[in-house]
T-cell receptor, first 115, second 110 residues
């Protein structure tokens, strides 16, 4: 399968714990995005990488959230001291170098439940 | 005001019906426009890009009105398999980061 891969698919954690998610984009896609989606809402942008550089972060991304893409390939999203409000689907997407109509391909997401 | 606004629906239509979804965006500098489809508990997938001249792909027609900052999607001859959430997506700025609306839910019934 050469699509965007996310792990784990599901994560249940206790409030206050740290969690880390991984995203493997489609190879040679230099752009990588993280989104969060809650029930009944569209995906909300969190952060964007071009190669290894984190170029944009949403105001939604509190200090408890950090993302990395150390070698410009896979990326990790860490949430520290999780809160119940962090429960959501975390989606990763990647796109190839190109112009403004380049398609973003999504992974199947990591569903986080904070109890 | 949200950057991309859509009527969440649901739109409940019989097979064979024609249905239209609308979307408005707030950033007049937006440059790229798309419709994505999301099935229940699945990831969003590109349905079609929306070009200034409008475009058609089989039963689907998308149109853009820059003056009114408005995008539409028309589905003709609806099929049961069209049941899904349709997400309006707008990109702007040098990074072309996709910004999603909340989605419009379509239910096609027999």
């Amino acid at each position: 399968d050469t699509g965007v891969s996310q792990n784990p698919r599901h994560k249940i954690t206790k409030r206050g714990q740290n969690v880390t998610f991984r995203c493997d984009p489609i190879s040679e896609h230099n752009r990588l995005y993280w989104y969060r989606q809650t029930l009944g809402q569209g995906p909300e942008f969190l952060t964007y990488f071009q190669n290894e550089a984190q170029l944009e972060k949403s105001r939604l991304l509190s200090d408890r959230f950090s993302a990395e893409r150390p070698k410009g390939s896979f990326s990790t999203l860490e949430i520290q001291r999780t809160e119940q409000g962090d429960s959501a689907m975390y989606l990763c997407a990647s796109s190839a170098p190109g112009g403004r109509y380049t398609e973003a391909f999504f992974g199947q997401g990591t569903r986080l439940t904070v109890v | 005001r949200k950057e991309v606004e859509q009527d969440p629906g649901p739109f409940n239509v019989p097979e064979g019906a024609t249905v239209a979804f609308n979307c408005t965006y707030s950033n007049s500098a937006s440059q790229s426009f798309f419709w994505y489809r999301q099935d229940c508990r699945k990831e969003p997938k590109l349905l079609m890009s929306v070009y200034s001249s409008g475009n058609e792909d089989g039963r689907f027609t998308a149109q853009l009105n820059r003056a009114s900052q408005y995008i539409s999607l028309l589905i003709r001859d609806s099929k049961l398999s069209d049941s899904a959430t349709y997400l309006c997506v707008v990109s702007s700025g040098g990074s072309y980061i996709p910004t999603f609306g909340r989605g419009t839910s379509l239910i096609v019934h027999p």
